[in-house]
């Protein structure tokens, strides 16, 4: 009767050593890592033709006419007419200097000038008795001779002095400094009861700014400056819009009007300046403005944006996608970077597409899944900072 027993028992260990056995394989199994999802990322097709651009730059407003407001005539500074930081039109009186010297020098100008009138009238009256004489052949020839010589040396005695007078009476009017432009005036350079010397530092009374029209001066890129250059000598106009930098601050369109035709030294960039009727005076010289140049195109090749090129050891690349989604590095060639992005003169064909975000996560010969774009996101973006991933 044992070993019908002893038989079971064996069943039972055979039994529970396959179903430990069992277990052990499963938890082996479920231990496995499970192979990770393929990364998203954003892609865009690579553009072929011209490419619209839409160039941002900062700037200052700049007055249309600057001026200083010197005096011509030195004397004493007696008044001040106009209130700091005001307002002026052309002509209006904004200073006034001591003009009695200068009343003293046009009178005394202008009995010189009486003077002269005289002996110019006493040398007519002597030339005219002389011609009666030598018509009679009473007088000798030197003698008319003579006497015309003094008439013309005093008509143009009287012209002299008719000359002082003129210029007495221009420095008595000098007195009145009155503004030579319309426009914005700043603070004054000289109180009253100050000297003030002409042709010295202490001519200056005060400066003015003309503000309508103003201008909107800003430094470009000497690539997209030839671009500015070009579409102005073809005699296109080229739309600009200016905006203040506070929030609350005005807009306004403008005009490209002039690009200049030198590279700074040191910051590499071309001047450019844009004009704005101003009437209602919303921006004021000095202020900072953020100006976008409109209308202006690329033309031909192909083009992505910036952030999709990256730098290996081999140079410049973008990541490329086949039918099946799987991404391949593909070397590039940059013609030129205008307003992020970048125009190639080789390394792609039209319509193919390329990463632009996610590009870290990239490897080479591995599947992708490509993500919506955010529609909050604009395409052309600014770029982050360049980015280099080995190829390995």
């Known amino acids: 009767m044992l070993y019908p027993r002893s038989r079971t028992s064996c069943h039972r260990l055979a039994l529970f050593v396959l179903a430990g056995a069992m277990l052990t394989g499963c938890e082996r199994r479920s231990a496995e890592p499970m ?53 002026v039109r052309q002509g209006e009186v904004l200073f006034r200097i001591d003009p009695e010297p200068f009343r003293v020098s046009v009178a005394q100008a202008r009995a010189e000038l009486e003077v002269e009138r005289a002996r110019l009238a ?79 530092d202490s001519s200056l009374l005060t400066r003015i700014v003309q503000s309508d029209p103003i201008y909107a001066e800003f430094a470009v890129p000497e690539s ?13 106009e080229v739309p600009v819009h200016l905006a203040g930098e506070g929030a609350a601050e005005g807009a306004g369109d403008a005009r490209l009007t002039f690009v200049d035709n030198a590279v700074g030294m040191g910051s590499g960039t071309v001047r450019a300046r844009a004009v704005m009727a101003n009437p209602d005076g919303r921006f004021v010289p ?38 099946q989604d799987v991404a391949a590095m593909r070397p590039v060639q940059i013609a030129a970077v205008v307003s992020d992005r970048a125009v190639l003169s080789g390394g792609l064909e039209p319509g193919e597409r390329v990463v632009v975000e996610g590009v870290l996560k990239v490897r080479p010969g591995a599947p992708v899944a490509i993500a919506p774009a955010d529609p909050a996101v604009p395409r052309d973006a600014p770029a982050p900072a360049e980015a280099t991933q080995d190829a390995g």
Do not use: C, H, K, N
């Open 35 to 87: 192979a990770p999802p393929p990364p998203e990322v954003t892609v865009v097709q690579a553009q072929a033709g011209p490419v619209p651009l839409e160039l941002m730059y900062s700037g200052r407003a700049v007055g249309s006419r600057e001026v200083e407001v010197r005096a011509r005539v030195s004397g004493i500074l007696l008044e001040r007419s106009y209130e700091e930081g005001s307002a």
């Open 224 to 236: 997209e400056a030839a671009l500015l250059r070009a579409r102005l000598a073809a005699g296109g």
């Open 122 to 200: 006493e040398a007519r009256r002597d030339r005219d008795r002389v011609r009666t004489l030598i018509d009679r052949q009473l007088v000798s020839q030197r003698q008319w001779d003579e006497a015309v010589s003094r008439y013309e040396v005093a008509s143009a005695s009287v012209a002299a002095a008719d000359a002082r007078l003129r210029a007495a009476e221009l420095d008595l009017s000098y007195t009145e400094v009155r503004a030579p432009i319309s426009g914005l005036t700043s603070r004054e350079a000289r109180s009253e009861g100050s000297l003030v010397t002409a042709g010295e």
């Open 286 to 323: 000095g202020q900072f403005l953020r100006i976008r140049v409109e209308g202006i195109t690329l033309p031909g090749g192909v083009s992505v944006p910036e952030r999709a090129v990256m730098s290996g050891p081999q140079g410049r690349f973008v990541w490329v996608l086949d039918g």
